[in-house]
């Protein structure tokens, strides 16, 4: 009996060996985490790029001449446009919040004849923004962590140039020139997209007001004789690029 117990111990100490060696053969390979994710893209930091692109505008001119009568005329004032810009972007999350300054050269012109106010008399005006700028808040929203949609507002200013010549049938004419930078405010909208090493790509649209100047002419004896008065507005879409610094 004794032999017995001895040998039915043997063999299942055997079989133990037996299942224990299969397990160990059919344990897995030593556990590897899978790669961390790549860190998300950050927009924050200081950027610098350039634009290209088409402005349309309008340049109002009004006239009057004291006790006789009022002329106005709005012409286009159209061309390409091109220039710089620099900013600071701030992300929190998926909102963005960021400042950009910009400086554009401008190739916008326009003009036309028109009658005056006296009869037989005309005048003829020619008008260009040679160059402007803008200070602008940008607040935008990431579509996609690459992918921003934002607005934009601040104040703008510019360069204006005007000449206005009367001609009078059988006098002869007189030549009024106006040249001045005019400050105002701007409103617009852009997107922008990253595609990696900092660089990023922009398509943006803005409304420009330069504000109204007047002039008025006349003497101490007769007070005001005639009166121009000039407003420019302007509507700009460009195209641009950034690289990014920081983040």
Known sequence: MRLVTLGMLAATSLVALAVGGAGAADLPAAYKA????????????????????????????????????????????????????????????????????????????????FAGVLAGATITTDESLKWF????????????????VYGTGG??????????TVTVAGIGSFTANFDDVKAGWTVGAGIEGAFGGGWSAKL???????????????????GTIATETRRATDNIVRVGVNYRWGG
């Open 34 to 113: 899978p790669p961390a994710p790549p860190p998300a893209y950050s927009w924050s930091g200081l950027y610098v790029g350039a634009n290209v692109g088409y402005g349309w505008g309008k340049a109002k001119y009004d006239a009057t001449l004291t006790g006789i009568g009022t002329v106005s005329q709005s012409e286009d004032m159209d061309g390409v446009i091109g220039g710089v810009q620099s900013g600071y972007n701030y992300q929190m999350g998926n909102w963005v919040l960021g400042f950009e300054t910009d400086f554009q050269l401008s190739g916008q012109q326009g003009g036309s004849t």
């Open 204 to 222: 943006e649209y803005l409304y420009i007001d330069l504000g109204r100047t007047e002039h008025t002419f006349g003497t101490v004896a007769l």
């Open 133 to 148: 700028g803008t200070s602008r808040t940008r607040i935008g929203f990431l579509a996609t962590p690459n992918i921003l």
């Open 155 to 164: 104040v703008a200013y510019g360069k204006v140039e005007d000449t206005a």
